[in-house]
T-cell receptor, first 111, second 114 residues
Framework: GESVGLHLPTLSVQEGDNSIINCAYS??????FIWYKQESGKGPQFIID?????DKRQGQRVTVLLNKTVKHLSLQIAATQPGDSAVYFC??????????FGPGTRLSVLP | ETGVTQTPRHLVMGMTNKKSLKCEQH?????MYWYKQSAKKPLELMFV???????ENNSVPSRFSPECPNSSHLFLHLHTLQPEDSALYLC?????????????FGPGTRLLVL
């Protein structure tokens, strides 16, 4: 079946540094990708998305890069802040109702 | 915050109990989802409803019974659960099934089965 995500459970970064969280996907038919942030005690929150006809999209302090050749997705967070500490999930969609989620990466921001 | 609310937020139940989880979305969306989130596992899709019709049942045991009386409300009825069913149950809504749009998640119900 399809699978999304690398088994990389924890990433620690210094406050103010940039963070890069990676995700791999296996379904080459996926055409829509999303990054979610999940803080403790809350549901996943949308951060940014990208469609397969793009290779980069920027938001406020976040950038998503899509490399369809190697089926790789990354989330870059600039000037990481303590409030960025959370679990980050990638998800892929092939155009239907189903989303396939990665296992998640826990980002810890060190003071 | 996201326009999707879930109640209760926490639930403890015995294996012989019957309980229901409730989800309500205030976004005018047509599709609603139930997910199960267990420790160290990716989000698992359970059910999908579109315009109150179930369109996906992802091999979920019959002790979980969904109900969608209208496009704004979604229930998950629970009966004779097992301890391994303890997890965070997340509801999500989406404008439609074919759009390239994200889902909006509720805060979840943390379920503990004793």
């Amino acid at each position: 079946g399809e699978s999304v995500g690398l088994h990389l459970p924890t990433l620690s970064v210094q406050e103010g540094d940039n963070s890069i969280i990676n995700c791999a996907y296996s379904n080459s038919a996926s055409d829509y990708f999303i990054w979610y942030k999940q803080e403790s005690g809350k549901g996943p929150q949308f951060i940014i998305d990208i469609r397969s006809n793009m290779d980069k999209r920027q938001g406020q302090r976040v950038t998503v890069l899509l490399n369809k050749t190697v089926k790789h997705l990354s989330l870059q967070i600039a000037a990481t802040q303590p409030g960025d500490s959370a679990v980050y999930f990638c998800a892929e969609n092939t155009g239907g109702q189903n989303f396939v989620f990665g296992p998640g990466t826990r980002l810890s921001v060190l003071p | 915050e996201t326009g999707v609310t879930q109640t209760p937020r926490h639930l403890v139940m015995g294996m012989t109990n019957k309980k229901s989880l409730k989800c309500e979305q205030h976004l005018g969306h047509n599709a609603m989802y139930w997910y199960k989130q267990s420790a160290k596992k990716p989000l698992e899709l359970m059910f999908v409803y579109s315009l109150e019709e179930r369109v996906e049942n992802n091999s979920v045991p019959s002790r979980f019974s969904p109900e969608c009386p209208n496009s704004s409300h979604l229930f998950l009825h629970l009966h004779t659960l097992q301890p391994e069913d303890s997890a965070l149950y997340l509801c999500a809504s989406r404008r439609g099934l074919a759009d390239e749009e994200t889902q909006y998640f509720g805060p979840g119900t943390r379920l503990l089965v004793l």
